[in-house]
Protein backbone atom coordinates (compact mmCIF):
# COMPACT_ATOMS: atom_id res chain seq x y z
CA UNK A 1 0.00 0.00 0.00
CA UNK A 2 1.40 3.35 -0.56
CA UNK A 3 2.10 5.65 1.94
CA UNK A 4 1.92 9.35 1.79
CA UNK A 5 5.79 9.90 1.49
CA UNK A 6 4.93 8.02 -2.41
CA UNK A 7 1.91 9.88 -3.32
CA UNK A 8 2.03 13.70 -3.14
CA UNK A 9 -0.58 16.40 -4.31
CA UNK A 10 -0.07 19.54 -5.58
CA UNK A 11 -3.32 21.30 -5.80
CA UNK A 12 -5.33 23.71 -3.80
CA UNK A 13 -8.69 23.27 -1.57
CA UNK A 14 -10.58 25.96 -3.40
CA UNK A 15 -9.64 24.11 -6.51
CA UNK A 16 -12.57 21.84 -7.86
CA UNK A 17 -10.08 19.93 -10.44
CA UNK A 18 -7.94 19.47 -7.12
CA UNK A 19 -10.90 18.50 -4.92
CA UNK A 20 -11.59 16.06 -7.81
CA UNK A 21 -8.50 14.11 -7.14
CA UNK A 22 -8.80 13.87 -3.22
CA UNK A 23 -12.20 12.40 -3.70
CA UNK A 24 -10.80 9.84 -5.91
CA UNK A 25 -7.92 9.20 -3.15
CA UNK A 26 -10.06 9.64 -0.31
CA UNK A 27 -12.59 7.02 -2.07
CA UNK A 28 -10.08 4.62 -2.79
CA UNK A 29 -8.11 4.98 0.62
CA UNK A 30 -4.80 6.23 -0.72
CA UNK A 31 -2.39 8.03 1.85
CA UNK A 32 -1.23 11.23 0.40
CA UNK A 33 0.67 14.19 1.05
CA UNK A 34 -1.29 17.33 0.18
CA UNK A 35 0.86 20.55 -1.35
CA UNK A 36 -0.86 23.63 -1.16
CA UNK A 37 -0.64 25.51 -4.18
CA UNK A 38 -1.16 29.30 -4.51
CA UNK A 39 -2.23 28.90 -8.26
CA UNK A 40 -4.45 32.72 -8.50
CA UNK A 41 -0.54 34.24 -7.95
CA UNK A 42 2.86 33.61 -8.85
CA UNK A 43 3.00 29.74 -9.39
CA UNK A 44 5.86 27.87 -7.74
CA UNK A 45 8.96 25.93 -9.16
CA UNK A 46 7.71 22.80 -7.95
CA UNK A 47 4.50 23.35 -9.79
CA UNK A 48 6.20 24.33 -12.89
CA UNK A 49 8.49 21.20 -12.88
CA UNK A 50 6.45 18.99 -12.23
CA UNK A 51 3.61 20.33 -14.84
CA UNK A 52 5.76 22.19 -17.53
CA UNK A 53 3.41 22.05 -20.31
CA UNK A 54 -0.05 23.42 -18.59
CA UNK A 55 1.69 24.76 -15.91
CA UNK A 56 -1.54 24.31 -13.87
CA UNK A 57 -3.04 22.47 -10.82
CA UNK A 58 -4.21 19.59 -9.78
CA UNK A 59 -0.43 17.18 -10.03
CA UNK A 60 -0.24 13.66 -8.69
CA UNK A 61 2.97 12.93 -7.92
CA UNK A 62 3.50 8.96 -7.21
CA UNK A 63 6.98 7.02 -7.48
CA UNK A 64 8.29 10.27 -8.76
CA UNK A 65 6.20 10.42 -11.65
CA UNK A 66 3.65 13.11 -12.35
CA UNK A 67 0.36 12.80 -13.61
CA UNK A 68 -1.38 15.84 -14.45
CA UNK A 69 -5.13 16.79 -15.83
CA UNK A 70 -8.09 15.80 -12.93
CA UNK A 71 -10.21 13.78 -14.84
CA UNK A 72 -6.64 11.56 -15.93
CA UNK A 73 -5.70 11.54 -12.63
CA UNK A 74 -9.03 10.01 -11.36
CA UNK A 75 -8.41 7.51 -13.95
CA UNK A 76 -4.96 6.54 -13.12
CA UNK A 77 -5.68 6.17 -9.46
CA UNK A 78 -8.49 3.86 -10.16
CA UNK A 79 -5.80 1.88 -12.21
CA UNK A 80 -3.42 1.60 -10.00
CA UNK A 81 -4.75 1.27 -6.56
CA UNK A 82 -7.51 -1.70 -7.75
CA UNK A 83 -7.53 -3.45 -4.77
CA UNK A 84 -8.66 -0.18 -2.65
CA UNK A 85 -12.19 0.67 -2.42
CA UNK A 86 -15.00 0.10 -5.08
CA UNK A 87 -14.11 1.06 -8.96
CA UNK A 88 -14.17 4.71 -9.40
CA UNK A 89 -14.88 3.88 -13.54
CA UNK A 90 -18.03 1.34 -14.51
CA UNK A 91 -16.51 -2.12 -15.43
CA UNK A 92 -18.65 -1.94 -18.32
CA UNK A 93 -17.50 -0.34 -21.65
CA UNK A 94 -19.91 0.96 -22.60
CA UNK A 95 -21.23 2.45 -19.28
CA UNK A 96 -17.75 2.96 -18.90
CA UNK A 97 -17.50 5.65 -22.35
CA UNK A 98 -20.97 7.63 -21.22
CA UNK A 99 -19.50 8.21 -18.29
CA UNK A 100 -16.22 9.87 -19.90
CA UNK A 101 -18.68 11.85 -22.29
CA UNK A 102 -20.63 13.51 -19.41
CA UNK A 103 -17.54 14.18 -17.46
CA UNK A 104 -16.30 15.98 -20.72
CA UNK A 105 -19.51 17.57 -21.01
CA UNK A 106 -19.31 18.99 -17.03
CA UNK A 107 -15.70 20.59 -17.82
CA UNK A 108 -16.03 21.66 -21.30
CA UNK A 109 -19.88 22.73 -21.33
CA UNK A 110 -21.46 22.99 -18.37
CA UNK A 111 -19.66 24.35 -15.85
CA UNK A 112 -18.13 27.78 -17.48
CA UNK A 113 -21.76 28.62 -17.59
CA UNK A 114 -21.68 29.02 -13.32
CA UNK A 115 -18.29 31.21 -14.00
CA UNK A 116 -20.24 32.81 -16.91
CA UNK A 117 -23.62 33.65 -13.67
CA UNK A 118 -20.81 34.29 -10.97
CA UNK A 119 -19.82 37.11 -13.07
CA UNK A 120 -22.62 38.42 -14.88
CA UNK A 121 -23.46 42.14 -15.10
CA UNK A 122 -27.00 43.90 -15.49
CA UNK A 123 -29.99 41.78 -14.95
CA UNK A 124 -30.08 40.59 -19.23
CA UNK A 125 -26.70 38.89 -19.22
CA UNK A 126 -27.81 37.41 -15.79
CA UNK A 127 -31.24 35.76 -16.86
CA UNK A 128 -28.96 34.66 -19.44
CA UNK A 129 -26.54 32.76 -17.73
CA UNK A 130 -29.01 31.18 -15.78
CA UNK A 131 -30.74 30.03 -18.94
CA UNK A 132 -27.77 28.24 -19.95
CA UNK A 133 -26.93 26.72 -16.31
CA UNK A 134 -30.31 25.24 -15.91
CA UNK A 135 -30.00 23.78 -19.67
CA UNK A 136 -26.78 21.62 -18.57
CA UNK A 137 -29.11 21.28 -15.21
CA UNK A 138 -31.91 19.69 -17.66
CA UNK A 139 -29.50 17.25 -19.19
CA UNK A 140 -27.33 16.03 -16.56
CA UNK A 141 -31.03 15.51 -14.71
CA UNK A 142 -31.58 12.85 -17.61
CA UNK A 143 -27.99 11.45 -17.67
CA UNK A 144 -28.20 10.82 -13.55
CA UNK A 145 -31.52 8.78 -14.42
CA UNK A 146 -29.74 7.05 -16.75
CA UNK A 147 -26.55 6.25 -15.52
CA UNK A 148 -27.87 5.70 -11.75
CA UNK A 149 -30.53 2.89 -12.72
CA UNK A 150 -33.13 4.33 -9.80
CA UNK A 151 -29.99 4.09 -7.67
CA UNK A 152 -28.91 6.96 -4.87
CA UNK A 153 -25.50 7.72 -7.27
CA UNK A 154 -24.58 8.10 -10.96
CA UNK A 155 -22.07 5.13 -9.99
CA UNK A 156 -24.65 3.43 -8.51
CA UNK A 157 -25.03 2.34 -4.91
CA UNK A 158 -22.08 4.60 -4.12
CA UNK A 159 -20.16 7.23 -5.57
CA UNK A 160 -18.47 6.73 -8.54
CA UNK A 161 -16.51 8.89 -11.44
CA UNK A 162 -19.09 11.12 -12.48
CA UNK A 163 -20.31 11.74 -8.84
CA UNK A 164 -16.54 12.70 -8.17
CA UNK A 165 -16.88 15.07 -12.01
CA UNK A 166 -19.75 16.61 -10.97
CA UNK A 167 -19.48 16.49 -7.22
CA UNK A 168 -16.54 18.47 -6.98
CA UNK A 169 -18.11 21.45 -8.13
CA UNK A 170 -20.66 21.72 -6.07
CA UNK A 171 -19.58 24.07 -3.41
CA UNK A 172 -18.71 26.59 -6.47
CA UNK A 173 -22.37 26.07 -7.48
CA UNK A 174 -23.49 27.34 -4.25
CA UNK A 175 -21.23 30.11 -4.70
CA UNK A 176 -22.74 31.30 -8.10
CA UNK A 177 -26.04 30.71 -6.20
CA UNK A 178 -25.45 33.53 -4.06
CA UNK A 179 -23.48 35.84 -6.40
CA UNK A 180 -26.14 35.41 -8.58
CA UNK A 181 -29.04 35.77 -6.49
CA UNK A 182 -30.48 32.41 -7.99
CA UNK A 183 -31.63 28.81 -6.66
CA UNK A 184 -30.21 26.60 -9.37
CA UNK A 185 -30.29 23.28 -8.46
CA UNK A 186 -33.90 23.73 -7.75
CA UNK A 187 -35.27 20.76 -6.16
CA UNK A 188 -38.61 21.66 -7.98
CA UNK A 189 -37.17 21.36 -11.67
CA UNK A 190 -34.77 19.44 -10.69
CA UNK A 191 -35.08 16.66 -8.11
CA UNK A 192 -33.18 13.50 -9.13
CA UNK A 193 -30.18 15.46 -8.93
CA UNK A 194 -31.04 17.73 -6.05
CA UNK A 195 -31.66 14.61 -4.32
CA UNK A 196 -28.66 13.29 -5.60
CA UNK A 197 -26.45 16.51 -4.53
CA UNK A 198 -27.44 16.56 -1.09
CA UNK A 199 -26.92 12.56 -0.67
CA UNK A 200 -23.24 13.39 -2.24
CA UNK A 201 -22.47 16.48 0.42
CA UNK A 202 -23.90 13.81 3.04
CA UNK A 203 -21.46 11.31 1.87
CA UNK A 204 -17.92 10.50 4.06
CA UNK A 205 -16.03 11.20 0.72
CA UNK A 206 -17.22 14.57 0.55
CA UNK A 207 -16.63 15.49 3.83
CA UNK A 208 -13.53 18.12 4.78
CA UNK A 209 -12.66 17.99 1.40
CA UNK A 210 -15.85 19.65 -0.26
CA UNK A 211 -15.93 23.30 1.35
CA UNK A 212 -19.23 25.66 2.14
CA UNK A 213 -19.54 28.78 0.27
CA UNK A 214 -18.43 30.97 3.39
CA UNK A 215 -14.90 30.25 2.82
CA UNK A 216 -15.40 30.01 -0.80
CA UNK A 217 -16.96 33.56 -0.74
CA UNK A 218 -13.75 34.93 1.56
CA UNK A 219 -10.95 33.52 -1.00
CA UNK A 220 -12.59 35.17 -3.93
CA UNK A 221 -12.32 38.25 -1.86
CA UNK A 222 -8.90 37.19 -1.31
CA UNK A 223 -7.84 36.69 -4.71
CA UNK A 224 -9.75 39.59 -6.00
CA UNK A 225 -7.48 41.47 -3.84
CA UNK A 226 -4.42 40.24 -4.53
CA UNK A 227 -4.98 40.55 -7.94
CA UNK A 228 -5.73 44.39 -7.79
CA UNK A 229 -2.41 45.14 -5.84
CA UNK A 230 -0.79 43.61 -8.57
CA UNK A 231 -2.43 45.47 -11.22
CA UNK A 232 -1.81 48.65 -9.32
CA UNK A 233 2.02 47.45 -9.01
CA UNK A 234 2.53 47.04 -12.80
CA UNK A 235 0.78 50.25 -13.25
CA UNK A 236 3.20 52.15 -10.90
Known amino acids: MATSADVQLLGSWASPFSNRVQLALKLKSVEYEFVEEVF ?18 PVLIHDE ?7 VIVEYIDQVWTGNGPSILPSDPYERAIARFWAGYIDNKWFPTTKELATASGDEAKATAVGKVNEGFALLEEAFVKCSKGKAFFGGDDVGYLDIALGCYLGWVKVAEIMGGVKLLDESRFPELAGWAERF ?23 QAVRAAAANTAAD
Do not use: G, M, W
Request: hydrophobic residues 40%.
Open 40 to 57: YANKSERLLKANPVYQKI
Open 65 to 71: KTVCESL
Open 201 to 223: LSHDVAKDIISEAPKFLEFIVKV
